[in-house]
Each structure stands twice: as C-alpha cells, then as structure tokens.
C-alpha cells in the first residue's frame, strides 16, 4: 500500500559543510525541496531558514530570518520548522523533502517531535503533528572521515566549536556525533582521503556501532547510498532502554585495536563502588550503553550511557518484578522484553540484572570487567537484602531533572532527562 505521505529525508551531521553538499546532491529529483535552520543565533532570538526547490525552471532559493521570542530548539521546532514541514507535506509538487539538520538538532529528537508535537493553526488531520503529511523514509549521517572518531572520544563541548544553539548549551561533540550515526539508516564518509590507519580504525568502530547499516565513501552520492536501504531500516523509529544493546550483528573479536566488551551479572552494584568504576568508562572508550540493577534503588532499572569522556544516567523504569499480575502497565511492556526477561527470571530478583556494553578503542576489555566487576555486591553484602541494601551511600540518588531546552526527548526516555553528567 502507498502512503499518502511525504517521503523526508534527514542529513546530520557534525559538519554542516559535509552535510550542506549531501542535500544539495538530493535536489536531482524535480519537486525535491531542501530545508535548512542555521541556528547559530538562536541565542539572539533568530533563526536563518533557507528552503530550496527543484521547479520547473531550476532551483530556486528563499531565505528567511525566523524570529523567535524565546531562544531555543523547542520554539524552533514548535513555531518554525515542523508547521513548515506539514505545509510542504501537504503541496502536490513536493515529491521529496529533505532536511539538512544544523549540527546542533538531533535526528532523534526531531523524529519524536514529528510524531508526537500537536502544532497549532495546521489544518485538521489525524493527530494535528507533522506526521499528518510527512514521513521519514532515511536518515542519512554524514561523517568527516579525518575527524569524527577524535570527534566522539573527547570532551569538547559543541561551544568550543562554535556549534551550541544557545549560550547554556553544554552538550559535547561525542554526545551528539555518537547519537547522530546511531540514529542513522545510512553512514555517508566524507572529507577526503585519510591514512590508511585512520580509516581501519574508524572502519572497525562504525562496524561495531552501526552494524548492518549501509555506508559509502562521498564519490558514492547519498541517492546511491539510501536506495540501500533494506526494510529493516529503523526509518525515524525511536530509540527505547530496553531494546538490544548489540543491534544487528557487529563482529565481537578485535581489529585494530577496538572491539566490543560485553558485561552481565545477576547481582546488583553497590553505588559508592560503581560510581568510582565509572572512571574506567570515561578514557579510551567510544561509547557505553546498558541497563544497571543499583542495590540502593532495588525495584527501578537504570540506564547508563556514556559518549566520549562524559557519562550520564537515569530511572528506566521498574523492573518487571515489581509489577503485579493484574497491572495495567504490562500493556505497555514489549513482547520483546517480556521474553527476555522469562529467559533469565530469577526466583527471588526476578528480571533485575546488569548488562553493559562497551565500545573500547583504547581501554582493555580485562580493565572493563574488573573495574565493574569489583563494583558488584560481595557475597555477604548480597545475603543482607534489599532491606539493607536501601541504607547504602547512594552517590546517584541526588540526580537532578534536565529537561534540556536543546534536546526536547520522548516522555518515556528517563535516560535523557533525569541523569548525572560526569565529564
């Protein structure tokens, strides 16, 4: 069945010259429309939109500055840029649209805000969101094969690159550059020829972080590249905590020095020693990401992540465990989880456990596992209980709600919101 929809297509990128020439290489197709917010003023309350079409007659360019009363991504979003997608959805000659991210939004956030922000003053449809006319058929990253892996293993902060939306904005490059290709169905290499070290490096991570996702060097185009995509791209489907840590099926031995590390253990962590094997996390590691049983906050999972050298957690929910039977929030469980955790139920924790998983470029995997596995609850710490357990130290009970201006997230993704930042 055809959709009625719009095809979007969305380019990010750290680079927005990278990603500037890979929309415009999708301007081929008559009827394409290129959308593009530069919001390195939106500090000041303005926003330059340029919007691109294909006609008839050539490409014709419109530029426009976008004031906003308040300065920040949400109002972007809300007042500017999804109202003018739903518009272009809905005009017959637009066949494409396509979405050149300024480095500073997020694809995965933008595609949350498509489905789930009620604009106002849009004409009637089915839910009142840009998801009545539009919707994502790519997400294309568009990474400078010089300089993305330095990028995304650092702590340099998007205002140090002059990148930050607003004067406030604190989130760092790997912070943004890991999530953007993560999020991506497709990976586009661009910024010319690298030594060949440097592209077997960058090779072996992309491997391991975006398994199964197409990529191709820029000769390539980016048409070539999305016509790739095979149906089981994610297509602007969101992230969740408890899906899969490994997606798809990246090689586990390791190449040039990076492999993956994978941690489990059916025993909780005490907080004080988790939190100092933490640090091991935080150097020569490309990214984290794992669900967490903490000792001192029993009956919730945690979610963990790290990007470069920062490190942030959050409330994922509760266990399975601590649901009864006849509760209504088993409707909301996936089936996916539901069977997972049958797989490992334990007669007296249930579904509680750890999992971690680790990109390292640097960092062993022995050090990895001994740190956290030193964290774990001792044997007679373990026979104590839970009842003894909520009486521990807990250096992560103190987190504090950052609904980040910068980052609108899903309601249901903790992780984003409520977190400890360490960098």
């Keep these: 069945m055809t959709s009625s929809r719009t095809p979007l297509v969305i380019v990010t990128g750290l680079e927005a010259a990278h990603t500037g020439r890979a929309s415009r290489a999708l301007l081929g197709r008559a009827g394409s429309v290129v959308v593009h917010h ?52 809905a005009e017959p000659d637009v066949v494409r649209i396509v979405l050149q991210l300024d480095p500073a939004l997020e694809p995965e956030n933008l595609c949350w805000s498509i489905d789930h922000l009620v604009l106002d003053h849009v004409p009637a449809g089915p ?14 990253a568009v990474v400078d094969g010089r300089t993305w892996l330095e990028d995304v293993t650092g702590a340099e902060e998007l205002a140090d690159r002059g990148l930050a939306a607003t004067p406030d904005d604190d989130r760092t490059l790997a912070q943004v550059g890991l999530g953007q290709v993560a999020f991506a169905d ?42 790739a995509l095979g149906p089981g791209a994610r297509r602007g489907r969101l992230s969740s905590v408890h899906d899969p840590l490994l997606p798809g099926r990246p090689p586990l031995g ?33 990214c ?13 999972a945690l979610w963990m ?29 996936e089936p996916e989880r539901q069977v997972a955790a049958a797989l490992r139920w334990d007669p007296a924790h249930g579904d509680r456990h750890t999992e971690v998983v680790v990109l390292s470029h640097r960092q062993p995997g022995v050090a990895v596992i001994s740190a956290l596995d030193a964290a774990l609850l001792t044997d007679d710490e373990m026979a104590a209980g839970p009842a003894a357990w909520a009486g521990l130290p807990d250096p992560f009970g103190s987190w504090h709600e950052d609904p980040c201006e910068a980052t609108p997230a ?14």
Excluded: K, N, Y
């Design 38 to 89: 530069d919001v390195r003023q939106l500090g000041h309350g303005v926003v330059l939109r340029t919007v691109t079409r294909h006609t008839a007659t050539g490409l014709v360019e419109e530029r426009t500055a976008v004031e906003l009363a308040h300065g920040c991504l949400s109002c972007t979003l809300r007042l500017d840029l999804l109202p003018l997608l739903h518009a272009l959805g």
């Design 127 to 140: 839910d009142g969101t840009a998801a009545d006319r539009v919707e994502v058929a790519g997400v294309l």
């Design 186 to 227: 497709a990976v586009l290499l661009a910024g010319g020829p690298v030594d060949a070290w440097t592209a077997a490096r960058l090779d072996a991570v992309l491997d391991r972080l975006v398994s199964g996702v197409p990529r191709a060097d820029a000769a390539v185009g980016p048409e070539r590249l999305l016509a």
């Design 254 to 286: 390791e190449d040039v020095g990076v492999s993956v590390i994978r941690f489990s253990a059916p025993r909780p962590f005490h907080p004080d020693r988790l939190h100092e094997a933490l640090d091991v996390l935080l150097e020569g590691v490309v």
């Design 288 to 300: 984290s990401r794992g669900r967490v049983w903490l000792a001192s906050q029993h009956d919730r």
């Design 305 to 333: 992540e790290s990007a470069g050298q920062g490190l942030r957690m959050g409330d994922a929910g509760p266990w399975l465990a601590t649901l009864p039977d006849d509760s209504p929030d088993w409707a909301d469980v």
């Design 410 to 423: 899903p309601d249901d993704r903790a992780s984003t919101t409520d977190r400890e930042d360490r960098s």
